[in-house]
């Protein structure tokens, strides 16, 4: 591994630990590719997967890494542990596009949508919606495999990984359980705030920061104190990282987002900024969310509409609110926990990467 930047330069070092992570996660499923899944027949798929790969910011990557750094030095093995975990994002996300019937992913045509077309291409018989999506499926489940066995062969002491299992088993879980709460998450039967605030901790929360830095940390023998810190700094900024993602889900440009303009409100999804809003609006306005969310057939002027309306509730400043009340909250954290130095100041950085992404 190359010597990295200094972490308090952290564009660099994160820019760094990026490209050393997708090495490694290249190389892994190259191998895997020639060896397992050459013989499939669909030779599409190892190019399809090298590519999804490739577009990830690595954030669950960095957090376990930052969070090995917490209590032990640079390691290449801990590096190819952080990898494991954007197979295991690549896994979410490959299902999750065929669950949410997503045209796009970062800017790319989806993976079920690529493969639908590598059965049209070649006139193959049967459904190619069916085929592409039963394909996605199939590779998201490989990823998820594959995610366990490179950090199992990732070079760490049977040891180290020994006090990673019990919360990588937890992430693992909370992250289908969020996704079946997701999948159940209906804009016409509005839940409470706190139910969308528990499904963001678990879909996304946990899974994003605070899982991962409890394994990262707890690999390189962290006691319970550094623990504990890591746990309540990630919950706080885990939660804030899905807000700004339901603000991005209405607001976002598909340049940030990787998906069509209003996409939260074209999947009918009930996010807290559009259960925020129609908590605050008043009567006229609540109709009027009613009878989009009833609209089978949104266009662009109405998701337009939707925006503003939900513009003229406050619920924006409201969520941003919550957002900087959770970043103060994960900074106290960290002053529980004892960290302090360069590995705290990139953990305070980390929190803004996570929340200040732009519309």
Partial sequence: ??????????????????????????????????EELGSAGVDVAGEILLEFLDGGKCLRSTFIYLGWLCGA??????LWAAGSLE???AF??????????SASRRGRPAAHVQ?????????????SRRFGESAAVLLGDLCLIWAEQMLRDSGLAPDQLQRAWPRYDAMRSELAVGQFADLANDVRDLPTMESVLAVARLKSGNYTVRRPLEIGAAMAGCGERVLGGLGDYGCAVG??????????GVFGSPAVTGKPSGGDLLERKATSVVVAAHQLA???TRRQFRELMDDDRLDAAAVDHWRTLILSTGAVQWIEQLIAERVAAARKALDRSGIGGEIRGALVDMAGVCTRRAA
């Fill in 282 to 284: 008043d009567a006229s």
């Fill in 239 to 248: 939660e804030a990282f899905q807000l700004r993602d339901d603000i991005l």
């Fill in 92 to 101: 979410a996300l490959l299902q999750d596009d065929v669950m949410d019937d």
């Fill in 1 to 34: 591994m190359a010597a990295p930047p200094d972490i308090t330069q952290l564009d660099s070092w994160r820019a760094w630990l990026r490209r050393a992570v997708l090495t490694a996660v290249t190389d892994f499923v190259t191998d895997r590719c020639d």
């Fill in 87 to 89: 197979l295991l994002h």
């Fill in 73 to 78: 030095p640079a390691s290449d093995a801990a």
């Fill in 115 to 127: 493969f639908a077309d590598w059965h049209r291409g070649r006139g193959l018989s049967g459904s």
